[in-house]
Structures are given as structure tokens and as C-alpha cells.
């Protein structure tokens, strides 16, 4: 059974930063492309940062020179550095895994910027 748990989510004012994980179980993250998608309330589900399954990466516009997505393939983890966050980036954030089956998504972890 996949499953892909998130975690590093929380409370951070405008200007910080936050590093979210994503743990895979049941599977691996080599070798899969793997994204970090955000919905905020009212809002349907964005991508914002792709690693593809030979290591390119793709970023949201709005998140790019500020956000960096990279893999620990030793510890099946895949991470999200986010840096300089605005209080507009308020949102659930998943990760998503594109396995040759089907996607999977995590649960997702709550991502707080206060002014």
C-alpha cells in the first residue's frame, strides 16, 4: 500500500521560511516524478514545484528563486525549502506522486504566513 506522508508544516510570519517533507512508504521515490501542490481555502489545488523522474525540476511562477524542491532517494523523502513566504501563500499544501499506475497524493499539511 502507497502512501506519502507530509510534514515541516506550520505557523510562520511573512518573510520566513519553512521546510516540508514527503515520506513514502510502499513504494519509492526514485524514479517517479514527484510535485508539491498548495489549495488555498476557496481556491482549487495549484502546482508549485515538480522534480520529474530524471531530475528536472519546474516551478510555479510565483514561486521561483524562493522555493527549492529536492530528494533524499536514501531516505525516500522528497522536500520543499520555502523561503521568503507571503501571507498569500496560506494554503494546504500535498505531494504528489506520478507513479506509472496512477497518482498518489498525500494527506497534505497546513502552511500558515501571518503578517
Known amino acids: 500500500q502507497v502512501q506519502l506522508v507530509e510534514s515541516g508544516g506550520g505557523l510562520v510570519q511573512a518573510g520566513g521560511s519553512l521546510r516540508l517533507s514527503c515520506t513514502a512508504s510502499?513504494?519509492?521515490?526514485?524514479?517517479?516524478?514527484m510535485g508539491w501542490y498548495r489549495q488555498a481555502p476557496g481556491k482549487t489545488r495549484e502546482l508549485v514545484a515538480r522534480s520529474g523522474s530524471g531530475g528536472n525540476t519546474h516551478y510555479a511562477d510565483s514561486v521561483k528563486a524562493r522555493f527549492t524542491i529536492s530528494r533524499d532517494n536514501a531516505k525516500n523523502t522528497v522536500y520543499l525549502q520555502m523561503n521568503s513566504l507571503k501571507v498569500e501563500e496560506t494554503a494546504v499544501y500535498y505531494c504528489?506522486?506520478?507513479?506509472?499506475?496512477?497518482?498518489?497524493w498525500g494527506q497534505g499539511t497546513q502552511v500558515t504566513v501571518s503578517s
Open positions: 504528489k506522486m506520478e507513479s506509472l499506475v496512477r497518482p498518489y
Open positions: 510502499g513504494t519509492i521515490v526514485s524514479g517517479n516524478a
